[in-house]
């Protein structure tokens, strides 16, 4: 499970912290959501309009890795200024913030652009059987039309998790600690409500002679960050994500010392 909206209440208060921790919002701004925001309660008018300021602030940026640049490609989705943040009430967690279209992916701010305009090709439609209904708007990486009209989201997958892990079933969490969208902080304080025991602390793991982030095995669940990389892991450390991923399908922890 990687950089999952998996609990609103933590999501979103993790959100806030890792603005502020990270220089993104003012101490002002803060200490206003922090009085006024309840994020395991019904929506407020008042938070929302605070949350939207927060989110002006990541406007300039990018939210789902907050240390790469942006594209500057004056046809760019990311470029046009004029397209206004996405209005959104929880749990559409995502509904607050521009989608996909201004995620950076490796060393290309701009790769979301050239994918969103291969997609809509009338010939890649076809060959995927995709639109077949012809929709009169475009596809994008996170559609606000879904998101708009998304009402079935759960308020929490943790029951979820907690009946895997108690059915032996084994669970991996994994958080790209650069991503300012669904943050590590928002994952770390989800975890902390199934109120798991600790096998093995916190401790960095390697990928060759370099720290590729640090991991907390649980009884059941191992929680691993992956240093410097945004929302979606593989894009931005794809060595790191492989060796995940395959040491999570052959039930191996990550090394703990380099190689």
């Given at each position: 499970?990687?950089?999952?909206?998996?609990?609103?209440?933590?999501?979103?208060?993790?959100?806030?912290?890792?603005?502020?921790?990270?220089?993104?919002?003012?101490?002002?701004?803060?200490?206003?959501?922090?009085?006024?925001?309840?994020?395991?309660?019904?929506?407020?008018?008042?938070?929302?309009?605070?949350?939207?300021?927060?989110?002006?602030?990541?406007?300039?940026?990018?939210?789902?890795?907050?240390?790469?640049?942006?594209?500057?490609?004056?046809?760019?989705?990311?470029?046009?200024?004029?397209?206004?943040?996405?209005?959104?009430?929880?749990?559409?967690l995502?509904?607050?913030?521009?989608?996909?279209?201004?995620?950076?992916?490796?060393?290309?701010?701009?790769?979301?652009?050239?994918?969103?305009?291969?997609?809509?090709?009338?010939?890649?439609?076809?060959?995927?059987?995709?639109?077949?209904?012809n929709?009169?708007?475009?596809?994008?990486?996170?559609?606000?039309?879904?998101?708009?009209?998304?009402?079935?989201?759960?308020?929490?997958?943790?029951?979820?998790?907690?009946?895997?892990?108690?059915?032996?079933?084994?669970?991996w969490?994994?958080?790209?600690?650069?991503?300012?969208?669904?943050?590590?902080?928002?994952?770390?304080?989800?975890?902390?409500?199934?109120?798991?025991?600790?096998?093995?602390?916190?401790?960095?793991?390697?990928?060759?002679?370099?720290?590729?982030?640090?991991?907390?095995?649980?009884?059941?669940?191992?929680?691993?960050?992956?240093?410097?990389?945004?929302?979606?892991?593989?894009?931005?450390?794809?060595?790191?994500?492989?060796?995940?991923?395959?040491?999570?399908?052959?039930?191996?922890?990550?090394?703990?010392?380099?190689?």
């Amino acid at each position: 499970i990687g950089n999952a909206a998996i609990d609103e209440e933590a999501d979103f208060a993790g959100l806030v912290d890792y603005a502020w921790s990270h220089a993104v919002i003012s101490d002002d701004l803060y200490h206003h959501i922090k009085q006024t925001c309840n994020f395991g309660l019904p929506e407020d008018d008042s938070c929302d309009l605070l949350l939207d300021m927060l989110f002006g602030n990541y406007s300039v940026i990018d939210i789902y890795d907050i240390y790469a640049p942006v594209c500057l490609d004056k046809n760019s989705q990311r470029s046009r200024r004029s397209l206004p943040v996405i209005a959104g009430v929880r749990p559409k967690l995502f509904a607050k913030s521009k989608p996909m279209s201004k995620r950076p992916a490796g060393s290309d701010p701009c790769v979301a652009d050239y994918t969103e305009a291969y997609f809509n090709r009338a010939d890649v439609q076809k060959a995927l059987h995709a639109n077949v209904t012809n929709l009169s708007y475009n596809w994008t990486h996170c559609s606000s039309y879904v998101l708009t009209s998304w009402s079935d989201a759960p308020f929490s997958m943790l029951p979820t998790i907690k009946r895997l892990v108690d059915g032996g079933i084994r669970v991996w969490v994994f958080s790209g600690d650069f991503d300012g969208r669904v943050p590590v902080i928002s994952t770390r304080y989800a975890l902390n409500k199934l109120r798991l025991n600790t096998i093995e602390e916190w401790t960095p793991w390697y990928s060759d002679k370099q720290v590729g982030g640090w991991r907390v095995i649980y009884d059941g669940l191992t929680f691993v960050t992956v240093r410097a990389a945004g929302h979606e892991v593989p894009t931005f450390k794809p060595k790191e994500a492989q060796q995940l991923v395959a040491h999570f399908l052959s039930n191996q922890q990550l090394p703990v010392e380099p190689f």
